[in-house]
């Protein structure tokens, strides 16, 4: 793993969407914990309208996801 680099205020760009609503659902097991998160999301009125939804995280496993405007789209990990 990489070390952190910083972030400036003056590089900050708001993300092109909002969480609106989140449920989650916790499967606890001491060997895998599996966790499902289901997110309703906006895009920012400012967001470009072709801005991707990108999602970041550590030590995660996206196992599938859906879009009630497309099904089984690839997404970008960071």
Do not use: C
Not at 25 to 36: G, I, N, Q, S, W
Not at 62 to 77: A, D, K, V
């Amino acid at each position: 793993m990489s070390d952190p680099q910083p972030v400036y205020l003056s590089d900050y760009q708001p993300p092109a969407y909002r969480v609106t609503h989140t449920e989650l659902t916790f499967d606890l097991d001491p060997a895998a914990t599996r966790v499902k998160a289901r997110l309703l999301m906006e895009r920012h009125s400012e967001a470009a309208p072709d801005a991707p939804l990108v999602l970041n995280g550590e030590h995660l496993k996206l196992i599938s996801w859906r879009s009630m405007q497309r099904r089984w789209m690839p997404l970008p990990m960071n």
